[in-house]
Protein backbone atom coordinates (compact mmCIF):
# COMPACT_ATOMS: atom_id res chain seq x y z
CA UNK A 1 0.00 0.00 0.00
CA UNK A 2 2.87 2.40 1.18
CA UNK A 3 4.70 1.67 -2.51
CA UNK A 4 1.17 2.24 -4.47
CA UNK A 5 1.25 5.86 -2.31
CA UNK A 6 4.49 6.73 -3.04
CA UNK A 7 4.34 5.47 -6.74
CA UNK A 8 0.70 8.04 -7.00
CA UNK A 9 2.39 11.05 -5.06
CA UNK A 10 5.44 10.43 -7.67
CA UNK A 11 3.36 10.62 -10.44
CA UNK A 12 1.56 13.72 -8.77
CA UNK A 13 4.48 15.40 -8.45
CA UNK A 14 6.36 14.79 -11.88
CA UNK A 15 2.92 16.16 -13.06
CA UNK A 16 3.24 19.44 -11.08
CA UNK A 17 7.00 19.90 -12.75
CA UNK A 18 5.56 19.00 -16.35
CA UNK A 19 2.56 21.61 -16.50
CA UNK A 20 1.64 25.24 -16.66
CA UNK A 21 1.22 26.68 -13.04
CA UNK A 22 0.09 30.27 -12.43
CA UNK A 23 0.96 32.17 -9.18
CA UNK A 24 -1.65 34.63 -8.56
CA UNK A 25 0.04 37.49 -6.30
CA UNK A 26 -1.69 40.39 -4.82
CA UNK A 27 1.65 42.18 -4.71
CA UNK A 28 4.36 41.57 -6.71
CA UNK A 29 7.96 42.47 -5.67
CA UNK A 30 9.82 41.10 -8.67
CA UNK A 31 13.61 42.03 -7.16
CA UNK A 32 14.97 44.07 -9.81
CA UNK A 33 12.25 47.00 -10.32
CA UNK A 34 12.93 49.90 -7.93
CA UNK A 35 8.62 50.28 -6.99
CA UNK A 36 6.20 47.05 -6.93
CA UNK A 37 4.59 46.07 -9.72
CA UNK A 38 0.97 45.23 -7.76
CA UNK A 39 -0.95 42.51 -8.76
CA UNK A 40 0.27 40.99 -11.42
CA UNK A 41 0.56 36.73 -11.78
CA UNK A 42 3.81 34.23 -12.89
CA UNK A 43 3.53 32.10 -15.11
CA UNK A 44 5.56 28.60 -14.87
CA UNK A 45 6.61 26.10 -17.13
CA UNK A 46 8.52 23.18 -15.46
CA UNK A 47 11.40 25.13 -13.57
CA UNK A 48 10.95 28.27 -14.97
CA UNK A 49 9.20 31.15 -14.80
CA UNK A 50 7.91 31.78 -18.57
CA UNK A 51 5.92 35.27 -18.60
CA UNK A 52 4.53 37.81 -15.81
CA UNK A 53 1.17 38.26 -17.18
CA UNK A 54 -2.02 40.41 -15.81
CA UNK A 55 -4.51 39.24 -13.66
CA UNK A 56 -7.33 39.28 -16.23
CA UNK A 57 -4.73 37.58 -18.89
CA UNK A 58 -4.81 34.28 -16.72
CA UNK A 59 -6.44 31.27 -18.67
CA UNK A 60 -9.44 30.14 -17.25
CA UNK A 61 -8.41 26.88 -17.23
CA UNK A 62 -5.25 26.87 -15.49
CA UNK A 63 -3.62 26.00 -12.68
CA UNK A 64 -3.57 28.54 -9.93
CA UNK A 65 -1.54 29.12 -6.89
CA UNK A 66 -3.69 31.67 -5.47
CA UNK A 67 -1.62 34.26 -3.35
CA UNK A 68 -3.90 36.92 -4.31
CA UNK A 69 -3.74 38.19 -0.61
CA UNK A 70 0.10 37.66 -0.51
CA UNK A 71 3.19 39.91 -1.38
CA UNK A 72 5.41 37.68 -3.14
CA UNK A 73 9.03 38.28 -4.27
CA UNK A 74 11.97 35.93 -5.58
CA UNK A 75 13.42 33.09 -3.68
CA UNK A 76 16.03 34.95 -1.35
CA UNK A 77 19.75 34.30 -1.72
CA UNK A 78 21.81 34.50 2.00
CA UNK A 79 25.64 34.88 0.62
CA UNK A 80 27.61 33.46 4.15
CA UNK A 81 25.91 31.00 6.00
CA UNK A 82 27.79 27.92 7.62
CA UNK A 83 25.13 24.47 7.33
CA UNK A 84 27.87 22.22 9.05
CA UNK A 85 27.88 24.42 11.84
CA UNK A 86 25.41 25.51 14.81
CA UNK A 87 26.52 28.32 16.66
CA UNK A 88 29.84 29.21 18.16
CA UNK A 89 30.23 32.71 20.74
CA UNK A 90 32.55 30.81 22.12
CA UNK A 91 35.27 28.58 21.27
CA UNK A 92 34.08 25.47 23.47
CA UNK A 93 30.86 25.74 21.71
CA UNK A 94 33.23 25.49 18.51
CA UNK A 95 35.48 22.65 19.73
CA UNK A 96 33.03 20.70 20.74
CA UNK A 97 31.59 20.28 17.56
CA UNK A 98 35.08 19.67 15.67
CA UNK A 99 36.06 16.94 18.55
CA UNK A 100 32.38 15.08 19.85
CA UNK A 101 30.81 15.73 16.54
CA UNK A 102 31.96 13.12 13.78
CA UNK A 103 31.96 14.79 10.20
CA UNK A 104 28.56 12.13 9.36
CA UNK A 105 27.03 13.22 12.44
CA UNK A 106 27.93 17.28 11.80
CA UNK A 107 26.65 16.35 7.85
CA UNK A 108 23.10 15.21 9.29
CA UNK A 109 22.87 18.12 11.67
CA UNK A 110 23.71 19.85 7.92
CA UNK A 111 20.57 18.46 6.27
CA UNK A 112 18.42 19.99 9.06
CA UNK A 113 20.09 23.37 8.27
CA UNK A 114 20.04 23.12 5.22
CA UNK A 115 15.72 22.48 5.34
CA UNK A 116 15.91 25.60 7.61
CA UNK A 117 17.10 27.92 5.33
CA UNK A 118 14.74 26.64 2.57
CA UNK A 119 11.78 27.03 5.11
CA UNK A 120 13.28 30.17 5.33
CA UNK A 121 12.27 31.74 1.78
CA UNK A 122 16.30 31.10 1.05
CA UNK A 123 16.16 29.56 -2.64
CA UNK A 124 19.88 30.01 -2.52
CA UNK A 125 23.14 29.85 -0.27
CA UNK A 126 26.18 30.75 -0.98
CA UNK A 127 27.83 28.07 2.35
CA UNK A 128 31.73 29.61 3.16
CA UNK A 129 33.49 27.04 4.71
CA UNK A 130 33.14 23.47 6.45
CA UNK A 131 35.13 24.83 9.49
CA UNK A 132 36.64 21.64 9.64
CA UNK A 133 33.56 19.53 8.04
CA UNK A 134 36.14 18.56 5.09
CA UNK A 135 34.00 18.20 1.62
CA UNK A 136 30.63 17.40 3.18
CA UNK A 137 29.30 20.24 1.12
CA UNK A 138 29.66 19.31 -1.36
CA UNK A 139 27.84 15.98 -0.04
CA UNK A 140 24.92 18.48 1.04
CA UNK A 141 24.75 20.30 -2.39
CA UNK A 142 24.63 16.83 -4.15
CA UNK A 143 21.99 15.42 -2.08
CA UNK A 144 20.09 18.46 -2.90
CA UNK A 145 20.52 18.20 -6.40
CA UNK A 146 19.60 15.17 -6.65
CA UNK A 147 16.40 15.32 -4.45
CA UNK A 148 17.46 13.23 -1.94
CA UNK A 149 17.06 16.26 0.97
CA UNK A 150 15.40 19.31 0.67
CA UNK A 151 17.53 22.34 0.67
CA UNK A 152 18.70 25.63 -1.33
CA UNK A 153 20.49 25.72 -4.15
CA UNK A 154 24.19 25.99 -2.55
CA UNK A 155 27.41 27.45 -3.97
CA UNK A 156 30.39 25.96 -1.56
CA UNK A 157 33.55 26.82 -0.69
CA UNK A 158 34.55 23.64 1.22
CA UNK A 159 37.17 23.86 3.71
CA UNK A 160 38.71 27.29 3.34
CA UNK A 161 42.10 28.79 3.27
CA UNK A 162 44.55 30.27 6.21
CA UNK A 163 48.05 29.91 7.01
CA UNK A 164 49.49 27.34 10.09
CA UNK A 165 48.98 28.44 13.19
CA UNK A 166 46.32 31.22 12.36
CA UNK A 167 42.52 29.14 12.87
CA UNK A 168 41.11 27.06 15.79
CA UNK A 169 41.32 24.64 17.00
CA UNK A 170 44.40 26.42 18.59
CA UNK A 171 47.37 23.58 19.22
CA UNK A 172 48.24 25.67 22.57
CA UNK A 173 44.36 24.98 23.69
CA UNK A 174 44.77 20.95 24.31
CA UNK A 175 47.72 19.03 24.83
CA UNK A 176 50.63 19.62 22.27
CA UNK A 177 50.98 15.36 21.94
CA UNK A 178 47.05 15.84 19.96
CA UNK A 179 47.25 17.05 16.67
CA UNK A 180 44.14 19.18 16.70
CA UNK A 181 41.64 19.47 13.82
CA UNK A 182 41.58 22.45 11.96
CA UNK A 183 38.87 24.46 10.71
CA UNK A 184 40.70 25.36 7.73
CA UNK A 185 43.13 23.79 5.49
CA UNK A 186 46.69 25.35 6.48
CA UNK A 187 49.33 26.57 4.35
CA UNK A 188 52.79 28.26 3.92
CA UNK A 189 54.07 29.63 1.10
CA UNK A 190 52.51 30.28 -2.11
CA UNK A 191 53.52 26.72 -3.53
CA UNK A 192 50.95 25.36 -0.56
CA UNK A 193 48.58 28.18 -1.47
CA UNK A 194 48.12 27.01 -4.76
CA UNK A 195 48.00 23.18 -4.40
CA UNK A 196 45.15 23.84 -1.54
CA UNK A 197 43.20 26.30 -3.74
CA UNK A 198 43.62 23.40 -6.70
CA UNK A 199 42.60 20.15 -4.23
CA UNK A 200 40.00 22.24 -2.95
CA UNK A 201 38.68 23.06 -6.66
CA UNK A 202 39.22 19.34 -7.80
CA UNK A 203 36.35 18.08 -4.73
CA UNK A 204 34.00 20.69 -5.66
CA UNK A 205 34.62 23.99 -4.40
CA UNK A 206 32.91 26.67 -6.15
CA UNK A 207 34.56 29.44 -4.40
CA UNK A 208 37.66 29.76 -2.52
CA UNK A 209 37.37 31.49 0.62
CA UNK A 210 40.60 32.65 2.93
CA UNK A 211 40.64 33.80 6.16
CA UNK A 212 42.69 37.40 5.74
CA UNK A 213 43.33 38.75 9.25
CA UNK A 214 43.00 38.05 12.47
CA UNK A 215 43.70 39.76 16.73
CA UNK A 216 41.44 43.06 15.09
CA UNK A 217 42.20 46.15 17.76
CA UNK A 218 41.49 49.34 18.78
CA UNK A 219 43.75 51.75 17.84
CA UNK A 220 44.29 55.19 19.62
CA UNK A 221 42.69 57.46 17.31
CA UNK A 222 39.63 54.86 17.21
CA UNK A 223 40.36 53.57 14.17
CA UNK A 224 40.43 49.30 13.71
CA UNK A 225 44.03 47.56 13.07
CA UNK A 226 44.71 43.72 12.66
CA UNK A 227 47.42 40.91 11.36
CA UNK A 228 47.62 39.89 8.04
CA UNK A 229 47.65 36.05 7.85
CA UNK A 230 49.07 35.81 4.26
CA UNK A 231 52.21 37.16 3.03
CA UNK A 232 52.06 39.14 -0.47
CA UNK A 233 53.03 35.83 -2.02
CA UNK A 234 50.74 33.78 -0.49
CA UNK A 235 47.34 35.90 -1.31
CA UNK A 236 48.74 36.34 -4.56
CA UNK A 237 48.78 32.85 -5.34
CA UNK A 238 45.54 31.66 -3.69
CA UNK A 239 44.20 34.85 -5.76
CA UNK A 240 45.86 34.25 -8.74
CA UNK A 241 45.39 30.33 -9.17
CA UNK A 242 41.59 30.50 -8.04
CA UNK A 243 40.42 33.00 -11.05
CA UNK A 244 42.36 31.38 -13.32
CA UNK A 245 40.54 28.20 -12.67
CA UNK A 246 37.27 30.52 -13.46
CA UNK A 247 36.56 30.16 -9.44
CA UNK A 248 35.56 33.36 -7.19
CA UNK A 249 37.48 34.57 -3.76
CA UNK A 250 35.66 35.69 -0.83
CA UNK A 251 37.82 36.80 1.95
CA UNK A 252 37.11 37.34 5.71
CA UNK A 253 38.65 40.55 6.55
CA UNK A 254 37.92 42.52 9.56
CA UNK A 255 39.70 46.21 9.52
CA UNK A 256 41.31 47.86 7.30
CA UNK A 257 44.78 45.49 7.60
CA UNK A 258 42.88 42.50 5.86
CA UNK A 259 40.38 44.39 3.51
CA UNK A 260 43.11 46.63 1.55
CA UNK A 261 45.31 43.39 0.57
CA UNK A 262 42.54 40.91 -0.15
CA UNK A 263 40.89 43.72 -2.14
CA UNK A 264 43.75 44.30 -4.26
CA UNK A 265 44.71 40.48 -4.66
CA UNK A 266 41.43 40.05 -6.43
CA UNK A 267 38.71 39.61 -3.65
CA UNK A 268 35.18 39.81 -5.25
CA UNK A 269 33.99 39.49 -1.46
CA UNK A 270 34.67 40.78 1.50
CA UNK A 271 33.04 38.80 4.70
CA UNK A 272 32.17 40.68 7.79
CA UNK A 273 34.38 43.90 7.00
CA UNK A 274 33.43 45.52 9.94
CA UNK A 275 35.83 48.50 10.34
CA UNK A 276 36.21 49.56 6.69
CA UNK A 277 38.25 53.10 6.42
CA UNK A 278 37.64 55.78 3.40
CA UNK A 279 40.32 53.69 1.60
CA UNK A 280 38.30 50.56 1.82
CA UNK A 281 35.42 52.01 0.80
CA UNK A 282 36.70 53.71 -2.25
CA UNK A 283 38.65 50.50 -3.15
CA UNK A 284 34.99 48.49 -3.04
CA UNK A 285 33.89 51.06 -5.98
CA UNK A 286 37.00 50.88 -7.80
CA UNK A 287 37.09 47.04 -7.87
CA UNK A 288 33.70 46.78 -7.89
CA UNK A 289 33.64 44.02 -4.92
CA UNK A 290 30.99 43.37 -2.43
CA UNK A 291 30.46 43.87 0.94
CA UNK A 292 28.85 41.29 3.24
CA UNK A 293 28.22 42.68 7.00
CA UNK A 294 27.11 40.12 8.12
CA UNK A 295 25.06 42.17 11.08
CA UNK A 296 23.16 39.06 12.59
CA UNK A 297 26.20 37.54 13.47
CA UNK A 298 27.95 40.30 14.83
CA UNK A 299 24.75 40.80 16.84
CA UNK A 300 24.96 37.67 17.97
CA UNK A 301 28.32 37.50 19.25
CA UNK A 302 29.63 40.86 19.94
CA UNK A 303 28.42 40.98 23.88
CA UNK A 304 29.04 37.61 24.63
CA UNK A 305 32.79 37.35 23.43
CA UNK A 306 33.32 40.59 25.00
CA UNK A 307 32.89 39.34 28.46
CA UNK A 308 35.13 36.80 27.57
CA UNK A 309 37.95 39.28 26.91
CA UNK A 310 37.79 39.50 23.02
CA UNK A 311 36.26 43.14 23.26
CA UNK A 312 37.14 44.26 19.73
CA UNK A 313 34.06 42.66 18.53
CA UNK A 314 31.49 44.50 20.64
CA UNK A 315 33.57 47.56 19.65
CA UNK A 316 33.54 46.93 15.86
CA UNK A 317 29.95 46.32 15.76
CA UNK A 318 28.96 49.30 18.06
CA UNK A 319 31.33 51.37 15.27
CA UNK A 320 29.61 49.64 12.35
CA UNK A 321 26.86 52.05 11.24
CA UNK A 322 28.07 54.89 10.22
CA UNK A 323 30.47 53.02 8.39
CA UNK A 324 27.69 51.06 6.41
CA UNK A 325 25.90 54.51 5.67
CA UNK A 326 29.09 56.04 4.20
CA UNK A 327 29.32 52.65 2.10
CA UNK A 328 26.04 53.38 0.50
CA UNK A 329 26.56 57.07 0.17
CA UNK A 330 29.57 55.88 -2.02
CA UNK A 331 27.76 53.48 -4.02
CA UNK A 332 29.54 49.98 -2.67
CA UNK A 333 27.79 46.83 -3.36
CA UNK A 334 26.23 45.43 -0.12
CA UNK A 335 25.28 42.35 -0.81
CA UNK A 336 23.02 40.04 2.23
CA UNK A 337 24.90 37.90 4.16
CA UNK A 338 24.20 36.45 7.50
CA UNK A 339 26.76 34.07 8.95
CA UNK A 340 23.62 31.39 9.66
CA UNK A 341 25.54 28.67 11.56
CA UNK A 342 27.82 31.07 13.16
CA UNK A 343 24.57 32.12 15.13
CA UNK A 344 22.37 28.42 15.78
CA UNK A 345 19.91 28.16 12.76
CA UNK A 346 17.47 27.01 14.93
CA UNK A 347 17.09 30.10 16.71
CA UNK A 348 17.02 33.10 14.54
CA UNK A 349 15.23 33.52 11.02
CA UNK A 350 18.29 34.69 8.42
CA UNK A 351 15.82 37.03 7.50
CA UNK A 352 16.72 39.35 10.78
CA UNK A 353 19.73 40.81 8.59
CA UNK A 354 17.30 42.69 6.86
CA UNK A 355 16.35 44.68 9.81
CA UNK A 356 19.41 45.81 10.05
CA UNK A 357 19.89 46.87 6.65
CA UNK A 358 16.81 49.27 6.84
CA UNK A 359 17.80 50.69 10.64
CA UNK A 360 21.33 51.04 9.37
CA UNK A 361 19.92 53.36 6.13
CA UNK A 362 18.78 51.24 3.65
CA UNK A 363 15.20 51.52 2.26
CA UNK A 364 13.29 48.55 2.43
CA UNK A 365 13.77 47.40 -1.79
CA UNK A 366 17.11 48.42 -1.35
CA UNK A 367 17.74 45.97 1.95
CA UNK A 368 15.08 43.05 -0.47
CA UNK A 369 17.74 43.80 -3.61
CA UNK A 370 20.90 42.90 -1.52
CA UNK A 371 18.92 39.26 -1.17
CA UNK A 372 18.02 39.21 -4.90
CA UNK A 373 19.39 41.36 -7.49
CA UNK A 374 23.16 42.09 -6.26
CA UNK A 375 23.25 38.93 -4.64
CA UNK A 376 22.89 37.07 -7.81
CA UNK A 377 25.20 39.58 -9.37
CA UNK A 378 27.71 38.14 -7.04
CA UNK A 379 27.12 34.68 -8.04
CA UNK A 380 27.40 35.57 -11.23
CA UNK A 381 24.21 34.08 -11.77
CA UNK A 382 21.95 37.23 -13.08
CA UNK A 383 18.47 36.57 -14.59
CA UNK A 384 18.58 32.89 -13.14
CA UNK A 385 17.89 33.76 -9.95
CA UNK A 386 17.52 36.84 -7.04
CA UNK A 387 14.42 37.87 -9.93
CA UNK A 388 11.05 37.16 -11.02
CA UNK A 389 11.66 37.44 -14.57
CA UNK A 390 11.08 35.94 -18.01
CA UNK A 391 13.44 32.45 -18.31
CA UNK A 392 14.58 32.60 -14.06
CA UNK A 393 14.11 29.72 -12.50
CA UNK A 394 10.95 29.24 -10.78
CA UNK A 395 12.29 30.50 -6.88
CA UNK A 396 9.25 32.03 -5.41
CA UNK A 397 8.08 33.16 -1.71
CA UNK A 398 5.49 35.05 -0.37
CA UNK A 399 4.89 36.80 2.84
CA UNK A 400 1.47 37.59 4.40
CA UNK A 401 2.06 41.40 4.41
CA UNK A 402 3.82 44.13 3.01
CA UNK A 403 7.61 44.20 3.47
CA UNK A 404 7.60 47.70 2.06
CA UNK A 405 6.16 48.77 5.42
CA UNK A 406 7.34 46.39 7.70
CA UNK A 407 10.62 44.45 6.65
CA UNK A 408 10.49 41.93 9.59
CA UNK A 409 7.24 40.25 7.59
CA UNK A 410 10.42 38.22 5.86
CA UNK A 411 11.19 36.45 8.98
CA UNK A 412 7.71 34.81 8.18
CA UNK A 413 7.82 33.54 4.82
CA UNK A 414 4.56 31.15 4.51
CA UNK A 415 5.28 30.40 1.07
CA UNK A 416 7.92 28.86 -0.81
CA UNK A 417 8.59 27.80 -4.19
CA UNK A 418 11.71 26.37 -5.47
CA UNK A 419 12.67 25.09 -8.82
CA UNK A 420 8.87 25.09 -9.86
CA UNK A 421 7.96 22.61 -6.72
CA UNK A 422 6.14 24.00 -3.55
CA UNK A 423 8.12 23.48 -0.93
CA UNK A 424 6.16 25.14 1.67
CA UNK A 425 2.89 26.91 1.53
ZN1 LIG B 1 31.26 32.89 8.48
Redesign the pocket.
Known amino acids: MKNILFLLLTIICFEAVSQTTIIKCGQLIDGKSEQPLGKKAIVIEGNLIKDIIDWDKIPSKATIIDLSSKTVLPGLIDC?T?VLIQGDITSEEYDAQLLKESIPYRTIRGTVACKIALMNGFTTIRD??TEGAMYADVDLKKAINNGVIPGPRMYVSTRAINTTGHYPIGNSEYSWELHMPKGIQEITGADEARRAVREQISYGADWIKIYADRSYFKKADGSFGSIPNFTQEEIEAVADETIKSKRMLAA?AMTPDGIIYALKAGARTI?HGSAPNDECLDLFVSKGAYWVP?LT?MDYVAEGRAKLGAVSYLQMYQGVQPLFKKALQKGVKIAFGT?A??FDWQKIPQAREFSFYVKYGMTPMQAIKTATTVAAELLNKSGQIGEISKGAFADVIAVDSDPLQKIEVLENVTFVMKDGMVVKR
Do not use: A, S
Request: charged share 25%.
Open positions: HHVEHETVDGG
